[in-house]
């Protein structure tokens, strides 16, 4: 990966959907050069998918973005938590990490009634010892 690749996947992170000509004039190739880079770095799985963020909060029928810390039981194979997550229609991500917890979730529930709900299923249907709560207020940054 080179500066020039570099500069694509920053111009890409900020607009997904840049024109190959649009991302090609910023970067100083031709849009069939761009175009080429691009799959290449798919093909290499540099970029991985190309997302929409949307603001939750103004949509008309707001949800709650949670982040759910969880620890899993000692007995529990992380295999079986990640299936249930994979099913889980509103894990949004997953991730695992180092630290006191064993998984980052970012969640989404239709309201404050299904918080509960969700972290007791983790807890018993997923092998989850303890878990940790947050609301998010917002997001600064994504990707």
Do not use: C
């Amino acid at each position: 990966m080179d500066a020039t690749d570099r500069d694509i996947l920053s111009l890409l992170r900020q607009d997904a959907r840049m024109s190959y000509r649009d991302l090609a004039s910023r970067v100083g190739l031709s849009a069939n050069a761009t175009a080429d880079r691009v799959r290449r770095l798919r093909a290499q799985g540099v970029i991985r998918a190309f997302v929409t963020v949307v603001d939750e909060t103004a949509a008309p029928d707001a949800r709650l973005d949670l982040l759910v810390d969880a620890r899993l039981r000692p007995d529990t194979d992380p295999a079986a938590l990640e299936a249930v997550l994979a099913a889980h229609p509103s894990v949004v991500e997953a991730l695992h990490v180092t630290g006191a917890w064993d998984y980052q979730l970012r969640v989404r529930v239709a309201g404050v009634g299904h918080v509960d709900a969700f972290v007791r299923g983790l807890k018993r249907d997923a092998g989850v010892e303890a878990t940790q709560t947050r609301l998010v207020l917002g997001a600064v940054r994504h990707g």
